[in-house]
């Protein structure tokens, strides 16, 4: 369900994040088989924000 690197992440906006990590977290709230999968988007997802975030 979710195939995305760091440099996909890195492409996108914070809109576009925004709304990833909304389906990420839909996903895991369903507990489909793709729990792994979305746990790790939303880890990434977080990883990238942070990197973007004024220090």
């Given at each position: 369900?979710?195939?995305?690197t760091k440099d996909?992440?890195?492409?996108?906006?914070?809109?576009?994040?925004?709304?990833?990590?909304?389906?990420?977290?839909?996903?895991?709230?369903?507990?489909?088989?793709?729990?792994?999968?979305?746990?790790?988007l939303v880890?990434?997802?977080?990883?990238?924000?942070?990197?973007?975030?004024?220090?």
């Open positions: 369900m979710f195939k995305m996909d992440l890195a492409k996108k906006t914070d809109a576009q994040l925004a709304a990833l990590f909304q389906e990420a977290s839909k996903g895991l709230a369903s507990g489909k088989p793709d729990l792994a999968s979305a746990q790790s880890v990434m997802i977080n990883n990238e924000l942070a990197a973007r975030a004024p220090r």
